[in-house]
């Protein structure tokens, strides 16, 4: 055990010497203040929320760090104007989410665009930075049709402002899973000059009861933001789920305990505490005789 | 031929000389010290240890491993070598079954100490879960106490009402507790008839207690999915660790008490020797199911395994590991196997060696497979990555292996550690040209 402490001592003393130097760099960087950069994405879910997607994060000794709980406003610009419409702040991983809940409320331009900014005031750690997000409004309609026994999703992607179809835009037809969506065919179909998509959907696709949740989304788009629309419909393979819930089993609740675990517990503990109350009695006979 | 008088003077509980009071004075500092810590630990709540989310079991785990493991003397020695029929068995198994009573009443204390919630301690037993290994351990416990318990009453009987006559013109307040824990004893047929069929029936109910006991404790750990545990070796593998660590500790208790109490002439060389053959035969098989242990999946090479075996065979634990290994089971097989290495001193030092080794193997069994999860270690503090105890882990670990030595020096005090009754009709029957085997 000799060796054994002498490795620690040494560990520790080296572990101290390197904390020391570089502990002192890591003070030095500090007293410099760094950019906060900010990311922003405008998401619409059809008939849902309208939200931004904000990411913090500033360079520090060549690493991207995040840049946790700072607190962002979110002006919209109108007219050389620009007016607050909320506040939000950025989470442990520099993540913020600001739902915009009245959407009508908003001016577009007179192009039919939105003009946002989310805007850091600087603190003692990192400068004041700002990053703005500019989209037109745009609606997904989508429905389920079927043809020829064969499953589809329609999905119509509009210029809100214009009233006009949306030609040669990519959008993504999937099925909303528990970790990440399952894409359906292709990775994306690009939009007619109806600003149609029609995808067949496989009617091997597992869902409960049957159903599934599709979606067809407009991913990140430089014009219109990332648009969302839901559609549930009853053409999956039903899932059989095969439970145990009710059953007696050995991850089963302390209520629902196999019997024979049960049986074999209780009759151990019956058998032996009862040849001790056996042997109790001896000690009191023992005592008596 | 000693009398039987003088018998009783030889091996009738003697007052603690200064040394021995000496003794008693540093285990209640450490004691103390522990119960200081441990009191702040409750107050703080164990963030005052080094345990986190990947090292959950840490020093206080391995502690009570290793009671447990100790606890398999009395059961080991007492009901294997009385079911054997070997007489040489006399002089030892009462230090036997009190250094079981004494580790397996620090072992429930231990596992109540690793709960950050003690007050919670009974929300085990209402509200058990009949499928964890954790309620089948609440279970076997305070059974297998209550076992130890009446393996050592039950001969102590005849003892203690010898010790009310001995003592009673010397010392009548003793004599008087003596006479109430002798029950009445006066050695009729009929108390001689109930006293040896309840020696017989819970010296054959402990050995399964015992070995349930032990299984149990490895179950709850290979019925957990992880590297280095989920062995269906895990088993046989505690109960012949068990056996290492419960003979070891039991020749090292031997030899300090034949020298404080002055046994010479009751626990001799004899007795060393057929002990020193007892641990080499353990060592072996324990050997034997390290080997299984270990070489197996390093032969198989899965990559978590190999991760866990270099940690063990090269890494940050090898000093440990072959201490344990070499020093704890390899060097002590090859010093008993020689006549000089079965001497009383020589014995000493190598149980010494033996229960070092043992409470160092239970520290490895439990850390190392703790901090190579399956899942990988992301996203949380570098120091999760490592474990080493706290000095409050420290102090409280010192303050249970004091109060089991406390246990232990107050039982041998009072209680007279050689079978004085037993070693009178042994004595008698073997002038007789028989030797006892009841």
Redesign the interface.
């Known amino acids: 055990m000799k060796k054994f402490n002498i490795t620690y001592f040494i560990s520790f003393v080296i572990i101290i010497s390197l904390n020391f130097v570089l502990g002192s760099s890591n003070l030095f960087a500090q007293t410099k203040k760094a950019k906060a950069r900010i990311n922003v994405d405008y998401v619409k879910v059809m008939d849902g929320e309208h939200y931004l997607n904000i990411k913090a994060s500033a360079r520090i000794n060549k690493k991207t760090v995040v840049v946790s709980d700072i607190e962002l406003s979110i002006l919209q610009e109108f007219n050389d104007e620009e007016i607050e419409i909320g506040t939000t702040s950025t989470d442990a991983s520099g993540m913020g989410k600001f739902i915009i809940n009245n959407f009508e409320d908003l001016q577009p331009d007179s192009l039919g665009v939105y003009d946002l900014i989310v805007s850091f005031a600087g603190n003692e750690l990192f400068k004041k930075s700002s990053k703005d997000v500019s989209f037109r409004n745009a609606d997904i309609n989508v429905e389920w049709i079927v043809k020829d026994s064969i499953n589809y999703v329609n999905a119509k992607l509009i210029d809100t402002q214009m009233d006009s179809a949306i030609a040669e835009m990519p959008l993504v037809v999937q099925v909303e899973r528990l970790f990440r969506p399952l894409v359906i065919g292709e990775d994306s179909y690009e939009t007619d000059e109806n600003g149609e998509i029609e995808v067949a959907i496989d009617d091997d696709i597992p869902g409960i009861d049957g159903n599934l949740d599709l979606e067809v989304v407009l991913s990140e788009s430089d014009d219109y933001g990332s648009i969302i629309a839901k559609l549930a419909a009853p053409i999956g393979t039903v899932i059989v789920e095969e439970s145990t819930f009710d059953q007696r089993t050995m991850w089963s609740p302390r209520g629902k305990t196999p019997i024979f675990l049960l049986a074999l517990t209780y009759s151990f503990v019956f058998i032996v505490w009862g040849i001790f109350i056996y042997l109790f009695f001896n000690l009191i006979r023992i005592n008596k005789s | 031929m000693k009398s039987r008088e003088q018998f009783i003077q030889d091996l009738a509980p003697k007052k603690f000389t200064k040394a021995e009071k000496i003794w008693l004075g540093l285990l209640i500092i450490v004691i103390f010290a522990g119960f200081l810590a441990y009191v702040d630990q409750v107050r703080s709540g164990l963030k005052v240890t080094n345990l986190n989310d990947y090292a959950l079991w840490g020093i206080y785990i391995s502690n009570f491993v290793f009671f447990i493991a100790t606890s398999f003397v009395g059961a080991a020695t007492v009901a294997i070598l009385r079911l054997t029929k070997n007489a040489w068995r006399t002089p030892l198994v009462r230090i036997a079954e009190i250094i079981s009573l004494a580790a397996i009443i620090m072992a429930g204390v231990t596992i109540i100490i690793d709960l950050g919630r003690p007050d919670r301690a009974l929300y085990t037993i209402i509200?058990?879960?009949?499928?964890s290994p954790i309620t089948?351990d609440v279970?076997i416990i305070p059974?297998y106490l209550?076992?130890i318990f009446?393996l050592l009453?039950?001969p102590l009987?005849p003892d203690l009402a010898i010790l009310k006559e001995f003592y009673n013109k010397s010392n009548p307040r003793l004599s008087k507790w003596y006479g109430k824990l002798s029950?009445?004893?006066k050695g009729?047929t009929?108390?001689k008839a109930?006293?040896q069929?309840?020696i017989k029936?819970?010296a054959v109910?402990v050995l399964p207690?015992g070995l349930i006991l032990q299984t149990i404790d490895a179950w709850l750990f290979s019925s957990t999915y992880r590297i280095g545990w989920n062995s269906t070796n895990f088993g046989p593998y505690f109960i012949s660790g068990a056996f290492v660590a419960g003979v070891g500790t039991l020749v090292v208790t031997i030899y300090m008490v034949r020298k404080v109490k002055g046994l010479e002439d009751y626990i001799t060389d004899y007795h060393f020797d057929k002990l020193g053959k007892f641990l080499a035969l353990a060592c072996l098989i324990y050997l034997y199911f390290n080997a299984n242990e270990y070489l197996m999946p390093a032969y198989a090479s899965t990559v978590n395994e190999e991760v866990h075996l270099d940690t063990l065979f090269t890494g940050h634990y090898s000093?440990?590991f072959w201490?344990v290994t070499i020093g704890g089971l390899v060097v002590p097989v090859i010093l008993l196997m020689f006549k000089k290495g079965r001497k009383p001193l020589a014995m000493f030092w190598i149980g010494i060696l033996v229960v070092?080794a043992s409470w160092?193997k239970r520290y490895i069994i439990v850390t190392p497979t703790l901090l190579h999860p399956y899942l990988p270690i992301q996203g949380v503090p570098e120091s999760w990555r490592d474990y080493?105890p706290s000095l409050h882990e420290w102090l409280i670990t010192g303050s249970n292996l004091a109060t089991a030595l406390l246990i232990l020096t107050l039982l041998v005090r009072y209680l007279p550690v050689v079978a004085i009754q037993r070693t009178i009709d042994e004595s008698e029957l073997e002038n007789n040209g028989q030797i006892g085997e009841s």
């Open positions: 509200y058990a879960r009949f499928q089948w279970i059974t209550v076992a009446f009453y039950f009987l029950l009445n004893w009729s009929v108390q109930l006293q069929k309840s029936i819970i109910l207690l000093t440990i201490f070092l160092w080493f």
